[in-house]
């Protein structure tokens, strides 16, 4: 998929192709989640949507998306962890995000939506480490909405330059 096709999806489906598109980030869409955030942001500068409910959809789409992630790892944890260990190119993110949360608990799940690859791997393994739903959905809510806030400004913005 590339962001011809994402384009082309939201003009048929609209918001809700923003929603199962980050959703579906959590098993590999071969297109990066900030891509698909900033694209939201420039849709909604054209005119194509309104800003508030792309806005809205998307970070939905991000938190639902990763609290899969943290309901698999819980349940499914070990299993979804060595699959992707034994993946050379998800080996080094693996790695990085189980580092992070040695040292940083909860918290890495704040530094974490900023590295792509730990983002999606972190939910995993806090949830196969037992981390209460409540602990994960407020550190994960929050750091969403900043880095769901941060790449769709920067797509608002970006269109807005283009534009003019």
């Known amino acids: 998929m590339n962001v011809d096709q994402l384009l082309l999806w939201i003009e048929q489906f609209g918001y809700a192709a923003l929603f199962f598109a980050l959703w ?3 098993v590999g869409l071969p297109i990066p989640d900030e891509v698909i955030v900033m694209t939201g942001g420039a849709v909604s500068q054209s005119g194509l949507l309104h800003a508030f409910p792309a806005f809205m959809l998307t970070y939905i789409g991000v ?15 070990p299993l979804i962890l060595e699959r992707l260990r034994n993946q050379k190119r998800l080996r080094r993110s693996v790695e990085r995000a189980e580092r992070l949360v040695s040292s940083y608990g909860g918290y890495a799940l704040l530094i ?16 196969m480490h037992q981390m209460s739903y409540r602990k994960y959905a407020v550190f994960s809510a929050t750091a969403g909405l900043l880095w769901t806030g941060v790449y769709f400004i920067v797509g608002l913005k970006a269109s807005y330059y283009i534009q003019s």
């Open 112 to 127: 974490s939506y900023f590295i792509p690859g730990v983002r999606h791997i972190l939910p995993y393994l806090v949830g």
């Open 24 to 26: 579906l980030g959590i």
């Open 63 to 77: 938190i639902t998306g990763l609290s899969i992630g943290y309901v698999l790892g819980r349940y499914c944890g």
